[in-house]
């Protein structure tokens, strides 16, 4: 597999009250348990199963994700605050790794 690396592109600023789009992508290959290696041996399932959005240690939305969702992941979703903060983001795996990634955002 390679590197896991979380990729996040937010505002560094907004106005009060603005509803902006927070994009993020993560490297993983997503695999499934179905598929088999060269020597016919199943390759162990290991996917993204949550996806959990915080600012200010506030929850924003969490979503489940399942077998069927793509190497690579994408997620984009909009929000909007009201004071300066800390946008965390957390991808939780099969096999226990937790992967996350961070944006401050300003008001201005």
């Known amino acids: 597999m390679a590197q896991i690396k979380p990729r996040v592109k937010a505002p560094k600023s907004v106005a009060a009250g603005e509803v902006f789009t927070v994009k993020t992508l993560i490297?993983?290959?997503m695999e499934?348990?179905?598929?088999?290696d060269k020597n016919?041996?199943?390759i162990p399932r290991q996917i993204?199963?949550?996806f959990e959005v915080t600012f200010n240690g506030k929850p924003v939305m969490s979503a489940k994700l399942e077998p069927s969702i793509s190497a690579n992941?994408?997620?984009?979703?909009e929000m909007s605050i009201?004071?300066?903060?800390d946008l965390a983001m957390t991808w939780r795996d099969d096999d226990g790794s937790v992967y996350e990634a961070s944006?401050?955002?300003?008001?201005g």
């Open 27 to 29: 490297n993983h290959d």
């Open 32 to 36: 499934t348990g179905q598929r088999k």
């Open 40 to 42: 016919g041996d199943k």
């Open 48 to 50: 993204i199963n949550m």
């Open 73 to 77: 992941p994408y997620i984009e979703f």
């Open 82 to 85: 009201q004071e300066a903060g």
């Open 103 to 107: 944006n401050a955002i300003a008001i």
